[in-house]
């Protein structure tokens, strides 16, 4: 690997959990307040606050992490950035169950292991496939 394709992977990775970051903070205010101020079932909260952060995380990765490669069509980008997504929240819920149902962990850590978890998931995939570097002939 090149210095300068490492270098840039360096930096997406870390702009990536800071992009990562703005999203526990979303999801884990909006679980909050759907499941202990509206009274949301924690599954159902959980799908809705997972899903607020990805609509957030998407925006903030196309237009700061990865902004220096060749940009997809957003409903292309934004298609894989929801699939990828949907397989990071089935992680996250079947994890979450898991961990609060089986185990009897409270959900707030129980959260954040899973944020980790499906980090891993997420950056993969998505400098792979979604922001993947493309040359002209591939765009």
């Given at each position: 690997?090149?210095?300068?394709?490492?270098?840039?992977?360096?930096?997406?990775?870390?702009?990536?959990?800071?992009?990562?970051?703005?999203?526990?903070?979303?999801?884990?205010?909006?679980?909050?307040?759907?499941?202990?101020?509206?009274?949301?079932?924690?599954?159902?909260?959980?799908?809705?606050?997972?899903?607020?952060?990805?609509?957030?995380?998407?925006?903030?990765?196309?237009?700061?992490?990865?902004?220096?490669?060749?940009?997809?069509?957003?409903?292309?980008?934004?298609?894989?950035?929801?699939?990828?997504?949907?397989?990071?929240?089935?992680?996250?819920?079947a994890g979450l169950w898991g961990f609060t149902d089986r185990l009897g962990?409270?959900?707030?850590?129980?959260?954040?292991?899973?944020?980790?978890?499906?980090?891993?998931?997420?950056f993969a995939f998505n400098s792979a496939i979604t922001f993947r570097h493309?040359?002209?002939?591939?765009s």
């Open positions: 690997m090149s210095r300068l394709l490492a270098a840039l992977l360096e930096r997406e990775i870390v702009r990536y959990c800071l992009v990562g970051a703005s999203g526990v903070l979303v999801d884990l205010a909006l679980l909050a307040l759907l499941h202990e101020v509206a009274g949301v079932p924690l599954l159902f909260a959980n799908a809705l606050s997972f899903t607020g952060a990805v609509a957030s995380n998407y925006r903030l990765n196309s237009w700061w992490t990865f902004r220096t490669r060749e940009q997809r069509s957003h409903m292309v980008g934004g298609a894989l950035f929801l699939f990828a997504a949907v397989v990071g929240l089935a992680i996250n819920t962990m409270h959900y707030v850590p129980a959260k954040l292991i899973l944020v980790a978890v499906v980090f891993i998931w997420n493309q040359s002209p002939a591939q």
